[in-house]
């Protein structure tokens, strides 16, 4: 079970990436997880070269006080932390987020085809968050599926103190994230065109959500690496 998440986008050092990339995949997945973390989901931003993008997960907020400790000070930290901390610019740029209901891995293994992720970032006045939620998976998460998205979570920020703050995580933020998935991105250009002709979404639910906002939307397009376990 999954209750806790952390989005963490990275900003690295121009042409860093895939050396961030190959390092993670073959060095940090399952240390990460002998520990009690869950590595979910690691990406490439398809809009920003310089990038890196991923989704790290806990079964409570004991567990993560536990497990981060204990990699972030154990050996396989300490022996490539050097040459992670290289590529890296910045690497605060973190939500700490749960799930609105349970994340469903069933099946999932590392690897497997090549797909498009999709994380919208929904941001929200202070309080908003249930109404937004209500309406998004009521009203537009049916017509997302029908145009092509798979659903792969709705997540929300977690009200809870950062119990390691050795790595910072975004205070007072009020935000809802739809995480999705296609086969490519024609299916993505694809699903957007048949939203825009779909009266229900840019007429009703689409408006309902756009004023329910505090600022626009962020979209993040990424491709999943090698090993990432949502795709």
């Known amino acids: 079970m999954t209750e806790v998440l952390e989005l963490r986008q990275y900003t690295l050092h121009p042409g860093r990436r895939d050396d961030l990339v190959e390092l993670f995949d073959r060095e940090f997945v399952e240390p990460q997880e002998a520990v009690g973390a869950q590595v979910l989901g690691q990406f490439r931003d398809l809009d920003d070269q310089d990038r890196f993008v991923w989704l790290r997960g806990y079964s409570d907020m004991d567990t993560r006080g536990r497990a981060l400790p204990a990699f972030y000070g154990g050996p396989v930290w300490r022996a490539h932390s050097a040459a992670a901390n290289d590529t890296m610019i910045d690497s605060d740029d973190v939500l700490l987020l749960r799930p609105e209901k349970d994340l469903d891995l069933t099946g999932r293994t590392r690897g497997g085809p090549t797909t498009l992720v999709t994380v919208t970032i929904y941001h929200l ?69 048949l939203l825009g002709r779909e009266g229900r979404w840019t007429h009703g639910v689409l408006p309902d959500l756009t004023k329910r906002l505090a600022q626009p939307p962020e979209q993040l397009q990424l491709a999943p690496t090698a090993r990432s376990l949502l795709r």
Do not use: K, Q, Y
């Not at 998976?137 to 997302?144: H, M």
């Not at 950062?162 to 993505?188: K, Q, T």
């Open 125 to 193: 006045p202070p309080g908003g968050e249930d109404a937004f939620v209500d309406v998004f998976r009521t009203d537009a998460v049916p017509l997302l599926t029908d145009t092509g998205a798979e659903p792969l979570a709705i997540l929300r920020t977690l009200r809870a103190e950062n119990n390691f703050p050795a790595l910072p995580v975004r205070e007072n933020e009020n935000v809802v994230v739809w995480i999705a998935s296609f086969a490519g991105r024609d299916e993505l250009v694809e699903h957007v065109h």
